[in-house]
């Protein structure tokens, strides 16, 4: 089922050439206090990354740098060998970047099945249209395959507010592989989860279609090594630090600035 999930972007991601996500010396200042500071970073088309770090270490501001919520000072940024440097967010999403949110944007008055329909719809042709669902709607089914993707079958009918937390992260993930995304960067998609849930989530990252990259940006070690290749460590607003999970797990100074604290 995972396979079928990604026939459309597998075509879109043909036509392009080139690296997936390409940061060139990225700062945001946000007065005279600099959240970021000359990231550079390049990530290839289905590559799997974590973008580790402390609280401030800037993180959550390189996503939104990213996405578009936020526009950089400076620097440049390529998604799929395009400069969107300055695209709002919603030309991204076009382009086939997706994000998840620290906290939830669900609809928790409709069902599981309704907020992914709704997801599906919002980056279809027809978005605009007034018409309810035919029971022939291609898009019903496109959100069948997502529940189900994410580990959500049994609950498709239920309202979201009736759901757990870790049912509500996992919705989250739906939403974002809704229309075909190329890329998707998760932003904390463990926190606050049991650990029955984090292997679950691990399962689900584990499994999206292989040429769907993401970056995840995690405080749990465990879940981001798992499911990320490589890694990329943050530390007041810089990239300090680059490599495979086990060489970051290993290194000196990674241990003594993160493992070592909070993040073991």
Known sequence: MMEQLGDAA???GSVSSGNALELRGVTRMFGALSAISDVTMTIRPGERRAVLGSNGAGKTTLFNCITGDVPPTSGTI???GEDVTRFPAHERIRRG???TYQISLLFSGLSVADNVYLACRGVSRWRFSLLRPRSGDPLLGRADELIEAVHLTRARDRLVSELSYGQQRQLEIALALAGAPRF???DEPAAGLSPTE???LVDILTNLPRHIGFIIIEHDMD??????ESVSMMHNGRVFKEGTPAEIENDAEVQA???????G
Do not use: E, P
């Not at 600035?257 to 993040?263: A, D, F, I, M, Q």
């Open 10 to 12: 597998t075509r879109l």
């Open 78 to 80: 390529r998604l799929f």
């Open 97 to 99: 970047l997706r994000r």
């Open 184 to 186: 998707i960067l998760f």
């Open 198 to 200: 984090r292997r679950d």
């Open 223 to 228: 879940v981001a090594l798992r499911v990320a």
């Open 257 to 263: 600035l993160y493992l070592g604290g909070s993040h």
